[in-house]
């Protein structure tokens, strides 16, 4: 099954960022915690393999991430916290992860 996952990243000096990642996964029903393994090992390995020019803000120095450029999001449909909750996934599912980023200096 292919899925695009999309990761939004606040609280960057430049506003948000948007990051996308297709992956391929070997089954339709999983945990979150084992989507964002497949979604983390499909980043690593792009950027290895030089497909991905940068990675998702979680992996960035804050050097880095000052040069990131806005983007837009969209909209929550249902939310997710628990990391051993079950997600059944179709071809048509969009998965966004948000991520927010602490203030710096204070």
């Known amino acids: 099954m292919q899925l695009t996952v999309t990761t939004i990243i ?3 000096p430049t506003g948000q960022r948007t990051s996308h990642v297709c992956l391929t996964l070997p ?3 999983l945990t979150v915690q084992e989507l964002i393994t497949y979604k983390v090992r499909q980043e690593v ?3 290895f393999t030089h497909q991905r020019p940068d990675v998702s ?3 960035l120095t804050p050097e880095e991430l000052l040069g990131i450029t806005p983007s837009a999001s ?3 449909n ?3 916290w628990e990391p ?3 997600l059944t996934l179709r071809p048509e599912t969009q998965v966004e992860f948000i991520k927010i980023l602490p203030l710096v200096g204070g």
């Open 84 to 86: 051993d909750t079950l």
């Open 74 to 76: 969209s909209r929550v």
């Open 78 to 80: 249902q939310r997710v």
């Open 27 to 29: 089954v339709a029903t």
């Open 57 to 59: 803000g979680e992996y």
């Open 45 to 47: 390995e792009e950027f």
């Open 10 to 12: 606040f609280g960057l």
